[in-house]
């Protein structure tokens, strides 16, 4: 579970995030929807202390994060970020055995974790485990992103806009996987994202960002429903005329 | 040929031990140093600028810049290999360097923060991301600078340290065409060979197998290993300055190896030629340092680097003991006597028989046009004329006190490289040259030399000094101490060398068979 109270981050004279709280309960998926600007990636880099807060607190199962080791607390968290970052002169195995080496796991548990993981991404060891990142396309990286950020079984994770650089089939297919991994393993998941439609059809909580401030925490039923503002009601509306839209579409072309 | 190709090994054995010994620090400063400013960009623009002005300062002037610095410090010899190395480590920082901070920073920041938010810590991110990415940037600047430093160690052979420059300058200054072609061509091949080993262990660590990164890496291995410890030994060692071996001063055991030294003029190279032959002749073993400049000379001198050499009393008048001109030459020589001893443990053995003073030189048809014979004659016509001196002369205090006598004032005056200078006023490119009086070309291109009635120029007295350890060796000064050299015979020497290409070697054999023999009694000297 993490619970952030009344978290603030200034730059300069303006504010990253402004006095946001908000819960992510266990087992849960929230999305954070915004436009860039709006402090969504300032929020998540905040719970592993790539950004440290100026105000207000964050607890990851009831423990103040500012209280821990950045580093340890770090290797327990899954992250995964827009442009992958995989670390070019390493083999894709070497790539997710990376965090559990880190943490010095018995060898034979990571080469067996390493195959689990890569075979839960959909990218069998035996044809994968020995190539370089150059030789995968764009959307077998992130799978092993999303494979080198779960290595160490983490009970949580991060993702900061990782669909964003993909084209919509490779998108929509990891949309379901990770919806599958997310259940599956029992994470505890919060997704950055600017895209309207991958929040609603993925996660189960909403959380809208609006210049560092969070404008709206509700499921996507509610969020449809009950816009909280001006700024919501406006995505919303948006996201339904873009609806619409294709099914209109659909009907000419039949 | 054959005889330069077998003097060719130790060179070259001293020359890549100097560009190895001064790429391993200038790598082991920059690298972490490059890693300590990464994060602080700047600062790391800051030690790069620093490191670019130094890359600024000519190399020739580096090398003979720490000389002085290292004989004020006294920490380690002012003297051959030190102030090389030190020089050349400074000339290697700035490629190593900033290749270093270039490759760190030039991360894709996508693999760092990746890096971070997985959880490593900053030595972590530093050794498994960014030093594993910047390497093959980091490679590319040690490759540069191993060719420049390769070229740059040629410039060692003025501070005394061997190189395959020695050839070069002294090729160059002998007029040994020969001579110089081996020393440049060595030289580029080693440069070349480097960078290619070089080049290919790069290629293997880009291609991702370490195991293929290891055969360049042998080959460099036993190749520096081949040419630093294998082919010196199997070589002629003749000629070659051996790693200085430091002898505690004020030793009292009979001394059996002398380090002999000479400048870059031609004279120089045929006395050591002289005194090797007499030395070797007398059963004592011999090093030779050539091609040093004249300062570092007597800095060596003075610290026991060098053992022997041929000074010239104005110069250590006027630039040692910065005294001004004037005195009669027999005060000159029992002051500056007194003074080496007192001052340095130096002892002369007195004058070689000849001078070798600057003197100013006309062409005959000059001289006859307008009735030229001394230095007041000159004044009259001098601001129609055009005067060309060596690197040293017009910086001189022999210039000022010439102008000051004669009222001399000429319409140019130009710099010269001194083996450029006779064919320089033989051509008519100048009227007037400041001239060495035991030059063999002063004959050679029917130059007059204008006499000095006020006694201006300081005289030049030939002596041979030796240096603190080998000072009171009664053997050394009965062996060197009988050589007499008139200057109609150094003048024809050096102009056997210069007009005749004769060898240094041979020109030295020619006045040997000319001045007496050893005194035998220097025999008994010998240690039993």
């Known amino acids: ?254 | 040929m054959t005889e330069l190709l077998r003097g060719l090994p130790p060179l070259l054995a001293s020359h890549l031990e100097l560009v190895l010994v001064a790429l391993a620090v200038a790598a082991a400063i920059s690298l972490p140093l490059a890693i300590a400013v990464t994060r602080r960009p700047r600062v790391a623009f800051a030690v790069v600028g620093v490191a670019g002005v130094i890359q600024t300062v000519p190399g020739l002037a580096l090398l003979a810049l720490m000389v002085p610095v290292l004989a004020k410090t006294g920490w380690l010899s002012p003297f051959g290999f030190p102030p090389a190395v030190i020089a050349l480590t400074l000339y290697a920082i700035l490629p190593i360097l900033r290749n270093a901070v270039t490759g760190l920073r030039g991360v894709d920041p996508a693999a760092l923060e990746a890096a971070r938010g997985m959880g490593m810590s900053p030595w972590q991110v530093m050794r498994l991301v960014q030093l594993p990415l910047a390497a093959p940037v980091i490679a590319a600047g040690i490759r540069t600078a191993t060719v420049w430093t390769v070229g740059a160690a040629t410039l060692a052979t003025p501070v005394g340290q061997a190189c395959l420059g020695n050839y070069i300058f002294t090729g160059l200054q002998i007029r040994n065409f020969e001579m110089l072609l081996v020393g440049v061509a060595a030289a580029a091949i080693l440069a070349m060979t480097l960078d290619a080993l070089l080049a290919a262990t790069e290629r293997a660590l880009a291609g991702r197998s370490r195991r293929r990164a290891l055969i360049p890496t042998a080959i460099f291995v036993v190749l520096v290993g081949f040419i630093i410890a294998v082919l010196p030994a199997l070589a002629d060692q003749r000629g070659a300055l051996g790693p200085s071996s430091a002898v505690a001063a004020g030793a009292r055991a009979p001394v059996t190896r002398v380090r002999i030294a000479g400048k870059t003029f031609t004279e120089q190279y045929i006395l050591i030629e002289v005194l090797r032959a007499r030395l070797e002749s007398a059963g004592i073993a011999v090093d030779v340092a050539q091609s040093l400049g004249s300062t570092v000379i007597f800095d060596a001198l003075v610290h026991g680097d060098v053992d022997a050499y041929v000074e010239y009393s104005g110069t250590l008048w006027s630039n040692a003991m910065k005294r001004a001109s004037g005195p009669p030459r027999w005060r000159v020589l029992a002051e500056l006597e007194g003074w080496l001893a007192q001052a340095h443990q130096i002892r002369s053995l007195g004058p070689l028989g000849f001078e070798n003073t600057y003197a100013l030189a006309v062409r005959r048809d000059t001289a006859e046009r307008h009735g030229l014979r001394t230095l007041v004659d000159l004044s009259r016509i001098a601001p129609q004329l055009s005067l060309g001196g060596d690197y040293e002369f017009f910086g001189r205090a022999e210039w000022t006190a010439v102008q000051r006598a004669y009222g001399l004032r000429f319409a140019h005056t130009t710099t010269f490289d001194p083996t450029l200078l006779y064919e320089a006023v033989a051509r008519g490119e100048v009227d007037a040259i400041s001239a060495f009086s035991s030059d063999g070309r002063i004959a050679a291109n029917q130059l007059v030399v204008l006499d000095d009635p006020s006694g201006a120029l300081p005289p030049y007295d030939a002596m041979i000094l030796l240096g603190p350890r080998v000072a009171a060796d009664p053997r050394v000064a009965c062996v060197l101490g009988g050589l007499r050299i008139p200057v109609e015979q150094m003048r024809e020497a050096n102009a056997m060398v210069d007009r005749d290409k004769a060898s240094p070697a041979a020109a030295a054999a020619w006045l040997l068979a000319r001045s007496g023999p050893i005194d035998e009694s220097c025999s008994r000297l010998a240690p039993q």
Do not use: C
């Open chain 1, 1 to 254: 579970m993490i619970e952030l109270v009344d978290v603030s981050k200034r730059y300069g004279a303006g504010w990253a995030v402004r006095h946001v709280s908000l819960t992510v309960g266990r087992g849960e998926l929230v999305a954070v929807l915004g436009e860039s600007g709006s402090g969504k990636t300032t929020l998540v880099k905040m719970v592993n202390r790539l950004i440290d807060p100026d105000e207000g607190e964050i607890r990851i199962d009831g423990r103040d994060v500012r209280t821990q080791d950045a580093v340890a607390l770090r290797r327990t968290i899954g992250y995964v970020i827009q442009q992958v970052g995989l670390l070019p002169h390493l083999t894709v195995g070497d790539n997710v055995a990376m965090v559990p080496r880190l943490l010095q796991w018995p060898r034979d548990d990571t080469q067996r974790r390493v195959g689990e993981l890569l075979e839960l991404v959909g990218l069998p060891v035996s044809t994968y485990g020995d190539r370089y990142p150059d030789q995968l396309s764009g959307g077998q990286r992130q799978r092993v992103g999303v494979a080198r950020a779960l290595a160490a079984r983490p009970r949580l994770l991060l993702l900061d806009e990782p669909f964003g650089a993909l084209d919509p089939i490779t998108r929509v297919q990891l949309h379901g996987e990770l919806r599958r991994i997310h259940r599956e393993l029992a994470l505890t998941t919060v997704m950055v994202t600017h895209d309207m439609v991958e929040a609603l059809t993925l996660a189960d909580r909403i959380a809208v960002m609006f210049r560092g401030e969070l404008r709206q925490l509700a499921s996507p039923h509610e969020l449809m429903t009950a816009p909280a503002d001006e700024y919501v009601a406006k995505l919303v509306e948006m996201a339904r005329r873009q609806g619409e839209q294709l099914r209109d579409a659909a009907g000419a072309g039949s």
